[in-house]
T-cell receptor, first 116, second 112 residues
Framework: ETGVTQSPTHLIKTRGQQVTLRCSSQSGHNTVSWYQQALGQGPQFIFQ???????GRGNFPPRFSGLQFPNYSSELNVNALELDDSALYLCASSRKQGATDTGELFFGEGSRLTVL | DAKTTQPPSMDCAEGRAANLPCNHS???????VYWYRQIHSQGPQYIIH???NNETNEMASLIITEDRKSSTLILPHATLRDTAVYYCIVRGHSGSARQLTFGSGTQLTVLP
């Protein structure tokens, strides 16, 4: 149990639709990162949020967007879904202090998205 | 972040030590070595990290070579529940080094 909760756990969408995934971070953590994990591959960094602003982004198009709320929870939004967006989406929380951000991330169990 | 190289798979007998190697020959002086594992259908779990000294916690030990170009994660008494994909990651703690870059990892199978 990491204290990081994600919802929904599973969902099915069709091409062109939009999806919102949610994440509640561990108590005391102020930073949320999102990762995409395709079947058989390691997780790939999408972006990170700190103080309600995007604080770093991986190689993902703008149709992947996010939000962080004052309580540090977060949302991942994906517009115009494509078949290749089918994956496990992982949220991870951590604590950033000033310019230092240790790599001890606490991951949720993920949201499995299937795009038909 | 420096790239890491791990064997794709390893087997270990239950109750024996599991030694998982990782090469990171391009690691820079301010980069740490992290280990995570991912049990099937779960999120990755932090195991341990270190800079240059050997580290030990309740889950594992991390041995980093003196030149820091490679490391070994040791699970001292492997159990069936340790079957998972183990990821070795090199990462800095400040500046733009915000993400974890996962490779393909090592699939460890603990055999009864």
């Amino acid at each position: 149990e990491t204290g990081v909760t994600q919802s929904p756990t599973h969902l099915i969408k069709t091409r062109g639709q939009q999806v919102t995934l949610r994440c509640s971070s561990q108590s005391g953590h102020n930073t949320v990162s999102w990762y995409q994990q395709a079947l058989g591959q390691g997780p790939q960094f999408i972006f990170q949020y700190y103080r309600e602003e995007e604080n770093g982004r991986g190689n993902f198009p703008p149709r992947f967007s996010g939000l962080q709320f004052p309580n540090y929870s977060s949302e991942l939004n994906v517009n115009a879904l494509e078949l290749d967006d089918s994956a496990l989406y992982l949220c991870a929380s951590s604590r950033k202090q000033g310019a230092t951000d240790t790599g001890e991330l606490f991951f949720g169990e993920g949201s499995r998205l299937t795009v038909l | 972040d420096a790239k890491t190289t791990q064997p794709p798979s390893m087997d270990c007998a239950e109750g024996r030590a599991a030694n998982l190697p990782c090469n990171h020959s391009t690691i820079s002086g301010n980069e740490y070595v992290y280990w995570y594992r991912q049990i099937h259908s779960q999120g990755p779990q932090y195991i341990i990290h270190g800079l240059k000294n050997n580290e030990t916690n309740e889950m594992a030990s991390l041995i980093i070579t003196e030149d820091r170009k490679s490391s070994t994660l040791i699970l001292p008494h492997a159990t069936l529940r340790d079957t998972a994909v183990y990821y070795c990651i090199v990462r800095g703690h400040s500046g733009s080094a915000r993400q974890l870059t996962f490779g393909s990892g090592t699939q460890l199978t603990v055999l009864p």
